[in-house]
């Protein structure tokens, strides 16, 4: 199984972040990412809708012949992990929100995090954030309609940057110090959430941590890939590709293909 793939999915083009953690920390591995993004955002589904596109993915990435699979979407974690994990046979690795380095750090015992409806009222969540928040306040946003946005390559659009002034300011005005990005599609919003934060504020995501936690699972299952080759990457949609290959544009030698799943 070592020279097997690693299987990536999202909701879309978001994904694409933690892949790229994943391919600079796994260089040598074989990866399949897959952008459902005929089906984003997941964030305003119920659980049970969540729950069927991740096991329709999962089994597209199993089909696929891959050794694990990196669940690259809190909505799809918070709702569908346990389930995932409970009835296929290889390891998953999920993404959480950052809430526990965020509430570790912060001095105004403050802390803002912007996330889908799905993640947000997840009960994965609502644990995670009462186990590791307390005594923070944690002001939670709805990142409505950003998903779509940054599906349409509208990432740096005025119309993105109002919506997340908006989203911004009850936060401000509370005082936080860090901003939790609770979405892998929020990574890009980057340059804009920069313009609009003051610079005491602090961005932290998951990617890494999910990197790191890729490499230690399959080290830890003998899984690793011997290789000393740079690994092959295989990105399939099932929407525009060029909206994907826009969020690959520094990755050489990706193969963007669109596939109906
Ligand atoms: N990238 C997904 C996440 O991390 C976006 C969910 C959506 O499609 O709404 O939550």
């Known amino acids: 199984m070592n020279d097997h793939p690693i299987g990536i999915f999202d909701s879309g083009v978001g994904g694409t972040s933690i892949w790229k953690e994943i391919n600079a920390l796994l260089p040598y591995e074989d990866t399949i990412y897959l952008a459902d993004s005929k089906n984003a955002p997941y964030g305003e589904k119920a659980p049970e809708a969540i729950v ?3 096991i329709k993915n999962t089994e597209l990435l199993i089909n696929e012949g891959c050794k694990i699979v990196v669940v690259a979407c809190n909505t799809a974690t918070t709702n569908a992990i346990d389930y995932l994990r409970k009835n296929y046979n290889v390891p998953f690795i999920g993404i959480e929100p950052a809430i526990k380095p965020a509430a570790l750090r912060s001095r105004s015992k403050t802390v803002g995090i912007l996330a889908t409806k799905g993640t947000l009222s997840s009960s994965l969540f609502h644990s995670t954030s009462e186990n590791h928040a307390q005594g923070i306040k944690v002001i ?4 409505k309609g950003l998903v779509p946005l940054i599906e349409q390559g509208k990432e740096n659009a005025p119309e993105t940057e109002e919506l997340l002034k908006n989203y911004l300011t009850p936060m401000l005005e509370a005082g936080i110090d860090h901003l939790v990005l609770g979405c892998t599609h929020y990574p890009y919003l980057v340059p804009v959430l920069r313009k609009l934060l003051p610079e005491n504020v602090k961005i932290i995501d998951s990617g890494e ?4 936690q ?4 399959l080290d830890r299952k003998g899984l690793l890939n011997t290789s000393k080759v740079a690994g092959s990457a295989r990105f399939y949609s099932n929407m525009d590709t060029s909206i994907l290959k826009s969020f690959l544009k520094e990755v050489g030698g990706a193969e963007v293909l669109h596939l109906n799943f």
């Open 140 to 143: 939670e946003q709805v990142g």
């Open 214 to 217: 890729t490499k230690f699972v």
């Open 209 to 212: 941590a999910v990197a790191r």
């Open 52 to 54: 069927a596109l991740s």
